[in-house]
């Protein structure tokens, strides 16, 4: 009687994970946004964001060498807080999106 009770508890769970299963596979994926941004202007913000990631690229070069050169963590650190100044944030100098 046991094993019966089991086995019908045992069905209906999977029988529901099934539906479930069935009814999310169902929906369809919205479709994205469509952008609303200027394509010149969009190419414009791409240019000017190479050029800040590449001046970063710099700056976090310069502060490598300044570490290689035994000149002090702190010092080099600081050198690239000076260095990364309105092109990025933060203590180690992360990218700023203006997006």
Known sequence: MMRVLLATLWLAAMSTSAIAADGSAA???AKPAASTVDPAKEAEHEKEDIKRHRQMAMAHEAAAKCKEA?????FCNAE?????KGIAY???????HAD
């Open 90 to 96: 933060g203590k180690f100098c992360g990218m700023k």
């Open 80 to 84: 690239l807080a000076k260095a990364c």
């Open 27 to 29: 929906k369809t994926p």
């Open 70 to 74: 035994a000149k002090g963590e702190d």
